[in-house]
């Protein structure tokens, strides 16, 4: 049960929305789809004078090719990134993560915005936008801007969105043709949180390769590696990407589902099976 009163707000416009975030700032939540917000509020850990959902925004939820690049709205629910064409075809790693998110209640009601909002560290979406190189347009009243994975995440569930601010798309510059792709995770059991995550994308001829890591700092990593697998993934290769995900989880933090120290362990275990699963999808198959 949620104890505290608070005002209710279902705007029908964007406009409505940010005027709504404007007059109320901190003392305001958005509601998304609540997978997390409503859990927070039951325990009485967010008391919020007022809520704010966004479910009846028209134009917040739709998934628009712009050329270069996908736009997803904020509003756009896991089981639908998992599966719409455009994604699939364009940003398939993006569609496995989202494939990969909860179950399928979280799957249909979670969104794309509500999940890079809150930024848990170890969430699939953190590890796979930032991998991809998205951009989040943040709006407010009179203004917006765009911002990069590095600016935007900024700690433990901390963003760079001010208090009236909301996260309204997110842009995904398309995969080249013939690229590989992989998105892992480490959970307990199917269905459950990731402890440790690793997306990995690789260009065909190893020209470009990306490894992203979830769960192994405050905020995603993400890692060029393309000098390291130039002459093809050997052993040395991985074992030197392995190398360079350990150090790069320097700031890994400890908690109930693993210490520091593991999760260091396993952003070099994961980080050379994304980048192996990733090249194997190459015409060459990574040899
Ligand atoms: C049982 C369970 C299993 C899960 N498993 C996974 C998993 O395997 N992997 C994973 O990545 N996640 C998992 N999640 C989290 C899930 O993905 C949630 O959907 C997500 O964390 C929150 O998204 P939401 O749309 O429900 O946001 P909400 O709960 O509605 O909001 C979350 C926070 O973000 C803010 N917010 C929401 N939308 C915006 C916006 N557009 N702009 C600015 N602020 C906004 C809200 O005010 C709130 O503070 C799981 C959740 C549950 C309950």
């Known amino acids: 049960m949620i104890a505290g009163e608070f005002e209710f707000f279902a705007p029908p416009t964007l406009a409505d929305a940010l005027r709504l975030l404007h007059e109320h700032g901190s003392g305001c939540k958005l509601l998304a789809g609540g997978m997390t917000l409503v859990?927070?509020?039951?325990?009485?850990?967010?008391?919020?004078?007022?809520?704010?959902?966004?479910?009846?925004?028209?134009?917040?939820?739709?998934?628009?090719?712009?050329?270069?690049?996908?736009?997803?709205g904020a509003m756009t629910r896991h089981a639908t990134v998992g599966q719409h064409?455009?994604?699939?075809?364009?940003?398939?790693?993006?569609?496995?993560?989202?494939?990969?998110?909860?179950?399928?209640?979280?799957?249909?009601?979670g969104?794309?915005?509500?999940?890079?909002?809150?930024?848990?560290?170890?969430?699939?979406?953190?590890?796979?936008?930032?991998t991809l190189g998205a951009r989040y347009l943040l709006q407010k009243q009179g203004s917006e801007r765009w911002l990069g994975a590095?600016?935007?995440f900024v700690d433990v569930m901390t963003t760079a969105l001010e208090p009236d601010e909301l996260l309204t798309a997110v842009e995904i510059p398309k995969q080249a043709a013939g690229a590989g792709y992989s998105h892992l995770s480490l959970r307990r059991v199917e269905g459950a949180f990731p402890i440790v995550l690793a997306s990995a994308q690789i260009a065909p001829g190893y020209a470009q390769a990306r490894v992203?890591?979830?769960?192994?700092?405050?905020?995603?990593?993400?890692?060029?590696?393309?000098?390291?697998?130039?002459g093809g993934l050997t052993p040395a290769a991985l074992d030197a990407?392995?190398?360079?995900?350990?150090?790069?989880?320097?700031?890994?933090?400890?908690?109930?589902?693993?210490?520091?120290?593991y999760r260091r362990e396993m952003a070099r275990v994961y980080a050379r099976r994304a980048l192996a699963a990733?090249?194997?999808q190459l015409p060459t198959g990574g040899r």
Not at 85 to 109: E, F, K, N, S, T
Not at 241 to 261: E, I, M, P, T
């Open 150 to 152: 590095a600016e935007f």
């Open 39 to 72: 859990p927070v509020m039951t325990l009485g850990l967010a008391q919020p004078g007022a809520v704010v959902s966004l479910n009846h925004l028209q134009g917040l939820d739709g998934i628009e090719d712009i050329g270069h690049a996908l736009r997803l």
């Open 212 to 230: 992203g890591l979830g769960g192994v700092g405050p905020r995603p990593v993400v890692l060029d590696v393309g000098d390291v697998v130039q």
């Open 111 to 130: 969104t794309l915005g509500g999940s890079l909002a809150h930024a848990e560290p170890a969430a699939d979406y953190l590890c796979a936008t930032a």
């Open 85 to 109: 064409p455009l994604v699939l075809q364009h940003a398939p790693l993006l569609a496995a993560a989202a494939r990969g998110i909860g179950d399928v209640q979280v799957r249909h009601r």
């Open 241 to 261: 990407l392995g190398a360079r995900a350990y150090d790069a989880a320097q700031q890994a933090l400890s908690d109930l589902n693993g210490s520091g120290d």
């Open 278 to 280: 990733a090249a194997a």
